[in-house]
């Protein structure tokens, strides 16, 4: 795996590594690669990678977090790693919250914020969940936002002086209480 000069002069990342997800056998992986010169430290299959009309592999980008990388592929499987690839934690959003498959495939970079981690199932009563980022224990369902995933990341802000969790889904743009999922608007 060799990265362009011109590519290396963009790549961003952590410290001295960038990671990053992609495709190799039919698999979906996620590797880190030393930002220096680009070359590969470490890779780790994540299973199956999917496809569809428009392209085979993964549609986010990893999260980094300290000591941690969170990293969801595009077959809703979320892995909590060490950033030397030794897995902590996993889980299927898709299965676990029972959201279903969207048609151009799960295309979401995981939300760290403080203790938690935050991502669109797309399940009923689960279109937005926060999970302890340690552990990948659920701490909340959205339980009124039951839309399907859209190709979108969560973002977080103070509305009015209350922290809240926004993104597209399926049929709207949302916003939900980061506190405890409450839905707080729908457009």
């Known amino acids: 795996f060799v990265v ?3 590519v290396r002069e963009h790549m961003k990342g952590v410290g001295e590594r960038v990671y990053l997800q992609g495709m190799r056998n039919g698999s979906s992986i996620v590797s880190a690669l030393n930002r220096a010169d680009g070359k590969a430290l470490w890779s780790k299959n994540l299973g199956r990678a999917c496809s ?31 950033t030397d690839g030794a897995e902590i934690w996993h889980r299927n959003i898709l299965s676990d919250f029972g959201g279903p498959q969207i048609r151009w495939l799960i295309s979401e ?29 659920t701490v909340w369902t959205a339980s009124d936002l039951s839309d399907p995933a859209g190709y979108a990341s969560i973002i977080a802000a103070d509305v009015q ?7 597209f889904t399926a049929d709207a743009a949302v916003g939900v209480r980061a506190s405890d999922g409450k839905l707080m608007f729908r457009y």
């Open 161 to 167: 002086g209350v922290r809240t969790y926004m993104t």
């Open 4 to 6: 362009p000069d011109v």
């Open 52 to 82: 569809n009309d428009q392209g085979d592999g993964p549609r986010g980008t990893p999260t980094v977090d300290g000591d941690r990388l969170y990293v969801l592929t595009e077959g809703g499987d979320l892995w909590c790693l060490k």
């Open 109 to 137: 970079s995981p939300l760290v914020d403080g203790p938690h981690v935050v991502v669109t199932p797309g399940g009923r009563g689960a279109g937005m969940v926060k999970l302890d980022k340690m552990t990948g224990k």
